[in-house]
């Protein structure tokens, strides 16, 4: 069964502070994984997509990086409006649908 | 395109009454993903269509869920009778092509359901 476990549940950061979040998944063939923004109140928001190990994507103070067991979510110089709820999710190789964890979520302090 | 269009926003019932969920995928998506998040599960897969043909609905109560898409641009999740258990925020979800690539999935804002 694919699993995809977020730590920490909850985060608090000072303006300015960076830090990662972890995604750790166990799945029997990574097709991609992804990572979202939510927002109180709103659906869930697409931001990256990785595919294979190494792989790296980056949008303004965000930048996603993939191994084989985790992917990182790091977050340089963050702002207050960086404040939500960050879930990641993974489809297996029989592109079977989306597996989601239970996010972090990160509150970003002035 | 207005995005995934959900209705109600929010919905309040007494126990064993029976409630419907509505959504509007993207024009042109041929997937349809229902999802519900709760505090304890996180998001959970109830049910997805493709091209208004059900997929897999395991992730379902079936003797009291039932979900359908009579064209592609509607969906409805029904739940009957309810029960407060079923109390959280029930998203759609459409995608082109089963895998997500570049774009991922594009959700609605979701429908708050609270069962009294």
């Known amino acids: 069964e694919d699993q995809v476990t977020q730590s920490p549940e909850a985060l608090r950061l000072q303006e300015g502070e960076s830090s990662s979040l972890n995604c750790s998944y166990t799945v029997s063939g990574l097709r991609g994984l992804f990572w979202y923004r939510q927002d109180p109140g709103k659906g869930p928001e697409f931001l990256f997509t990785?595919?294979?190990a190494g792989e790296e994507k980056e949008k303004e103070r965000l930048k996603a990086t993939l191994t084989k067991k985790e992917s990182f979510l790091h977050i340089t110089a963050p702002k207050p409006e960086d404040s939500a709820t960050y879930l990641c999710a993974v489809q297996a190789t029989g592109n079977t649908p989306l597996v989601f964890g239970k996010g972090t979520r990160l509150s970003v302090i002035a | 395109d207005a995005g995934v269009i959900q209705s109600p926003r929010h919905e309040v019932t007494e126990m064993g009454q029976e409630v419907t969920l509505r959504c509007k995928p993207i024009s042109g998506h041929d997937y349809l993903f229902w999802y519900r998040q709760t505090m304890m599960q996180g998001l959970e897969l109830l049910v997805y269509?493709?091209?208004?043909?059900?997929?897999?609905d395991s992730g379902m109560p079936k003797d009291r869920f039932s979900a359908k898409m009579p064209n592609a641009s509607f969906s409805t999740l029904k739940i009957q009778p309810s029960e407060p258990r079923d109390s959280a925020v029930y998203f759609c979800a459409s995608s082109h092509g089963r895998t997500p690539g570049y774009y991922g999935y594009t959700f609605g804002s979701g429908t708050r359901l609270t069962v009294v």
């Open positions: 990785l595919y294979s």
């Open positions: 269509f493709n091209n208004k043909a059900v997929m897999d």
